[in-house]
């Protein structure tokens, strides 16, 4: 038996508890013997994660959820093996992570990145129940406020429980935010409102699916979306951009035959 480490009242998370890097945070809260997970992460940590619960002295019966945050591989390849580990759980996830986990859709997942010779294997992948915004999740008497939190991908949700806040890929640590690729649906307007969301909410912690739990501070969520704004107007993302100014220019230097300063 190992001791819990808990960072929060019923709050636990699984790199944080094995004190090493397993891979994308997994959040586990509970409320006397039932319990749930927030993403599992890769296919080859899932088992060593579901034996860190049950030396921690938890039930794997009395597992009730398991979440996705969103779709993307890094943080539910390993969901297949953990409802196997774990059959009283109900997957969970958005209607656009179902249908992504479905095919399952290996774009988006981000399971094939062609051009760095990326290729992992993803098992199709069932999401039994589908939440979103609104929805209030139960576990013993706890009450966790489902955030839909579009942006980095459509389909990313987060949750409230009391002052805390599970991100999800919103924002980490350092300022930056998951990643922001056409080919994931991402829309950096979206994520602007979603991080004003955060940046306004009664929280008090951030609880990213990637590095250190941090304290919110305001200043901090509005440095990133500065910079969220300004790549709306730039090419770094491409098609991304709602506009770039700099061909307005050049068209006008064009037209007044400007020369190079
Ligand atoms: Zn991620």
Request: net charge neutral.
């Given at each position: 038996m190992i001791s819990r480490r808990e960072l929060f009242p019923h709050v636990i998370e699984m790199n944080h508890q094995a004190r090493q890097r397993l891979g994308c945070s997994v959040y586990l809260i509970y409320d006397e013997a039932d319990w749930l997970l927030i993403d599992i992460g890769y296919e080859d940590t899932a088992e060593e994660i579901v034996d860190l619960i049950r030396q921690m002295n938890f039930a794997l019966s009395s597992c009730r959820y398991l979440i996705c945050t969103h779709a993307d591989v890094d943080h539910i390849q390993g969901m297949k093996r953990a409802q196997e580990l774990l059959p009283s759980a109900k997957l969970l996830g958005h209607p656009e992570c179902k249908l992504h986990l479905a095919g399952p859709d290996r774009i988006i997942t981000f399971a094939e990145i062609a051009a760095q010779g990326i290729s992992i294997d993803l098992p199709a992948i069932e999401v039994q129940q589908t939440i979103e915004e609104g929805d209030v999740l139960s576990l013993?008497?706890?009450?966790?406020?489902?955030?839909?939190?579009?942006?980095?991908?459509?389909?990313?949700?987060?949750?409230?429980?009391?002052?805390?806040?599970?991100?999800?890929?919103?924002?980490?640590?350092?300022?930056?935010?998951?990643?922001?690729?056409?080919?994931?649906?991402?829309?950096?307007?979206?994520?602007?409102?979603?991080?004003?969301?955060?940046?306004d909410a009664d929280v008090e912690w951030l609880l990213p699916s990637h590095g250190p739990v941090f304290r919110k501070e305001p200043q901090m969520v509005q440095k990133t979306i500065n910079r969220l704004k300004e790549y709306q107007h730039m090419a770094d993302f491409g098609t991304c951009a709602v506009d770039w100014p700099l061909l307005d220019e050049w068209e006008e230097e064009l037209a007044r035959g400007t020369m190079p300063e």
């Open positions: 013993g008497s706890l009450k966790i406020d489902v955030w839909t939190t579009p942006g980095h991908t459509p389909g990313q949700l987060a949750f409230k429980f009391g002052k805390l806040l599970f991100a999800g890929d919103n924002l980490f640590r350092d300022g930056s935010v998951g990643n922001i690729d056409a080919h994931h649906g991402s829309d950096i307007a979206s994520f602007i409102t979603s991080l004003e969301r955060i940046r």
